[in-house]
């Protein structure tokens, strides 16, 4: 059984920073892909930040370039999400979630699609006070 696990949301003042932490078991975790999603109440889950099986490729969504930033650990079957200057429009409930083909090598735009993961996990919420 797959199981995906995110920690490190919480509360925080707007310029602070936070960091995400999502563990997976159950999957070889260095030969997929992986991504951090968000959903605002009232809003469609967005897929904010990508990163392929080694590491090697990552993307952003204009909303968070230069702000966060995605990486992965493959001995910890860890992956992170650093968010630097938060906003109150940061506000939402962060997903961690693996992708259902191992492998893949393109983790741009049209890769963020919610369809292209097959495993996800709770979420965890994050809230930026003004």
């Known amino acids: 059984e797959v199981q995906v696990v995110e920690s490190g949301g919480g509360l925080v003042e707007a310029g602070k920073s936070l960091t995400l932490s999502c563990t997976v078991s159950?999957?070889?975790?260095?030969?997929?892909?992986m991504a951090w999603f968000r959903q605002a109440p009232g809003k469609e889950r967005e897929g904010i930040s990508s990163?392929?099986?080694?590491?090697?490729?990552?993307y952003h969504v204009d909303s968070v370039k230069g702000r966060f930033t995605i990486s992965r650990d493959n001995d910890k079957k860890t992956l992170y999400l650093q968010m630097n200057s938060l906003t109150p429009a940061d506000t939402a409930t962060y997903f961690c979630?693996?992708?259902?083909?191992?492998?893949?090598?393109?983790?741009?735009?049209?890769?963020?699609?919610?369809?292209?993961?097959?495993?996800w996990g709770q979420g965890t919420q994050v809230t930026v006070s003004s």
């Open positions: 979630a693996a992708d259902s083909t191992p492998a893949r090598h393109y983790v741009g735009a049209y890769y963020l699609d919610p369809k292209n993961f097959a495993y």
């Open positions: 159950g999957l070889r975790f260095e030969d997929y892909g």
């Open positions: 990163i392929n099986w080694s590491g090697g490729k990552t």
